[in-house]
T-cell receptor, first 117, second 114 residues
């Protein structure tokens, strides 16, 4: 069965520290997609990145970077030089191509990141 | 600006009452979704719709109902049969139902019991 585990419930850092949010997934499908979303205090989920199972290239976008490793079924997210505005709950999610054609997202429980000045 | 609008932002329900949460999108997306979020938990799928006049139950559909009469609208009714409705409800849409498409979310409705 598909599952997403975010073992870190809460992380607290001081501004300018680097922080890594862990995500481990389980799936029996060979074609799947992984996503990260950010949920700021306002409540809406903001899409950050999508990765497909055939592309293990790491990606960097500004201060954000993602490390996808199929060998360990992990898709970790690193924020470099964290800022107070990064404070939010971050969700990792999995979508399988074999799920009957529709886009069922399986979410992890989320990691609450608090960045202090 | 294109986006998803949920209303109201806060809603209170009395015992035995049905309430309806509104979700409107102007992104011209085919697929729409309703999720429930409880404190400290991830999102759970209530209902989804791949196209107008079609919808399917998600993982926790009991006590909820939906309709999809227009492409841009996907209202959710929380019925009196839902015994624990207090939660944060999020509506989402995607350009098509496929697994690779990211979902885009509204800013939610917080429902509480009076």
């Amino acid at each position: 069965a598909q599952k997403v585990t975010q073992a870190q419930t809460e992380i607290s850092v001081v501004e300018k520290e680097d922080v890594t949010l862990d995500c481990v997934y389980e799936t029996r499908d060979t074609t799947y997609y992984l996503f990260w979303y950010k949920q700021p205090p306002s409540g809406e989920l903001v899409f950050l990145i999508r990765r497909n199972s055939f592309d293990e290239q790491n990606e960097i976008s500004g201060r954000y970077s993602w490390n996808f490793q199929k060998s360990t079924s992990s898709f970790n997210f690193t924020i470099t030089a964290s800022q107070v505005v990064d404070s939010a709950v971050y969700f990792c999610a999995l979508s399988e191509a074999a799920s009957g054609g529709y886009n069922k997202l399986i979410f992890g429980a989320g990691t609450r990141l608090a960045v202090h000045p | 600006d294109g986006g998803i609008t949920q209303s109201p932002k806060y809603l209170f329900r009395k015992e035995g009452q049905n309430v309806t949460l509104s979700c409107e999108q102007n992104l011209n997306h085919d697929a729409m979704y309703w999720y429930r979020q409880d404190p400290g938990q991830g999102l759970r799928l209530i209902y989804y719709s791949q196209i107008v006049n079609d919808f399917q139950k998600g993982d926790i559909a009991e006590g909820y109902s939906v309709s999809r009469e227009k492409k841009e609208s996907f209202p959710l009714t929380v019925t009196s049969a839902q015994k624990n409705p207090t939660a944060f409800y999020l509506c989402a849409s995607s350009i098509e139902p496929g697994a690779r498409q990211p979902q885009h979310f509204g800013d939610g409705t917080r429902l509480s019991i009076l």
